[in-house]
């Protein structure tokens, strides 16, 4: 069973930096996706940032510039450095990992953790 944990939110002001954690069980190697996504309270979850096994990562237009996805193979896992925070990217960050198998296409999410943006 594959586990998924994110850690490091938190309460920031506006201009403010954080940086998310997420622990992934099993080799890294293993997902053909990881990623960040967040819900803002009445909002559908959306996609912040992802990786691919094909080494390409992609942000959102909303972060481009001010987030930066990282991966930490020895460690199992991955991280989200967040700067130039606003209000608006205030949410629940959710970590993501896709693995492809014979058997088919598996995703796993965190709990989530809570970012607040506010002065």
């Known amino acids: 069973q594959i586990h998924v944990e994110e850690s490091g939110g938190g309460l920031v002001q506006p201009g403010g930096s954080l940086r998310l954690s997420c622990a992934v069980s099993g080799s890294i190697f293993s997902f053909a996706t990881l990623g960040w996504y967040r819900q803002a309270p009445g909002k559908q979850r959306e996609w912040v940032a992802r990786f691919t096994d094909g080494g390409t990562t992609n942000y959102a237009d909303s972060v481009k510039g001010r987030f930066t996805f990282s991966i930490d193979y020895a460690k199992n896992t991955v991280s989200l450095q967040m700067n130039g925070l606003r209000p608006a990217d205030k949410a629940v960050y959710y970590c993501?990992?896709?693995?492809?198998?014979?058997?088919?296409?598996?995703?796993?999410w965190g709990q989530g953790t809570q970012v607040t943006v506010s002065s």
């Open positions: 993501y990992a896709e693995q492809i198998t014979a058997c088919g296409t598996s995703d796993y």
